[in-house]
């Protein structure tokens, strides 16, 4: 949980980490359609590696998860806006920011940048599976809270 002024202090075993996490990703060729911008089913791949890369930072590979405690994140529910084209070339800034954590349920604003200017906005609600019953299962791990409203 990431603490304010006045919260007290966190848990033992609590993760604090920056409100956004940040990937950058490049535009390839294969990335783009016919018209030259990316096309838009593309934007979920980005979206998903910067989520896997934002449970890798946190020290939760994947397939460490999978195989150490026999669980799956998979998407249950996604919401997204696309607002601007991004094209070949473009260097992207895919975000993560944490919503809520539940016992088998993660909520996270997910986002695509470039040079600051919002692309593509998304709310993205992940289930947590035991990945042989493909029945929920319980986060094994601890994982960042949803950041603390600002106080005023």
Known sequence: MLPRTSSPAPRKGTVIL???????????????????????????????????????????????????????????????????????????DVGVTVESVGRARLAARQDVRRDGTVLVDARVELACLDAVRWKPARIPVPLPSAPAPPTS
């Open 18 to 92: 920056p409100p956004r996490f940040s990937l950058p990703v490049r535009v390839y060729y294969e990335d783009t359609d016919a018209a030259g911008v990316v096309y838009y089913a593309n934007y979920l791949r980005f979206l998903e590696r910067a989520r896997t890369e934002w449970l890798g930072a946190l020290g939760h590979p994947l397939a460490e998860l999978e195989r150490e405690h026999g669980i799956v994140f998979v998407v249950r529910r996604l919401a997204i806006d696309y607002r601007l084209p991004a094209r070949l070339a473009d260097l992207l």
